[in-house]
């Protein structure tokens, strides 16, 4: 018997949960794409959040569901509207890392009140996109710490 409490042990567990363990696929547009390309990968792909890349693949920015709905008020021409116009850009981009802890990445969330964070790797042409934490993502790993103890 360790002698450790409850929280104690529950505390160790969820320190032990990485982003590589639940990051999920990212998906990406380019910034030339339009909005209206953007509108309907985010619905064929079934995805709130995607994140847009420059020529060499870096991360470049990232588009919400608002930003999208907010570009189309009002707006009839989707197609003539490129993404890179209306997204949220680097360096204002929130990030992590795969070796990064899930309740780190969960508090990145909660502070930027974003809905979604790119797991990147650094490379000579930027920031590579590898994976996507979202909050769907801190859902499941929150459900199978509970589910896990019977
Ligand atoms: P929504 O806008 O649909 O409510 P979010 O809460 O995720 O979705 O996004 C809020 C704003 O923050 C949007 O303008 C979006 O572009 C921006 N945003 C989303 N994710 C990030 C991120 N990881 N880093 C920086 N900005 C982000």
């Keep these: 018997y360790t002698g450790k409490t409850g929280t104690e042990l529950l505390t160790e567990k969820i320190k032990q949960f990485k982003v590589h363990e639940y ?3 990212p998906i990406v547009v380019k910034e030339e794409a339009s909005v209206y390309d953007a509108i ?5 792909e079934d995805v709130g959040t995607l994140f847009v890349v420059n020529a060499q693949a870096g991360l470049t920015g990232v588009l919400s569901r608002k930003d999208l709905l907010r570009a189309s008020i009002g707006n009839q021409e989707l197609d003539a509207i490129p993404v890179h116009i209306i997204m949220s850009r680097m360096p204002n981009i929130t990030i992590c890392y795969r070796d990064d802890l899930i309740i780190d990445a969960a508090k990145k969330l909660i502070n930027n009140q974003i809905d979604g964070l790119p797991v990147v790797k650094e490379t000579d042409n930027g920031k590579e996109i590898v994976g996507r934490i979202t909050k769907t993502t801190i ?12």
């Design 23 to 25: 990051q999920s696929v």
């Design 40 to 44: 309907s990968t985010m619905f064929l």
């Design 139 to 150: 859902t499941k790993a929150f459900v199978e710490l509970i589910m896990d103890e019977h």
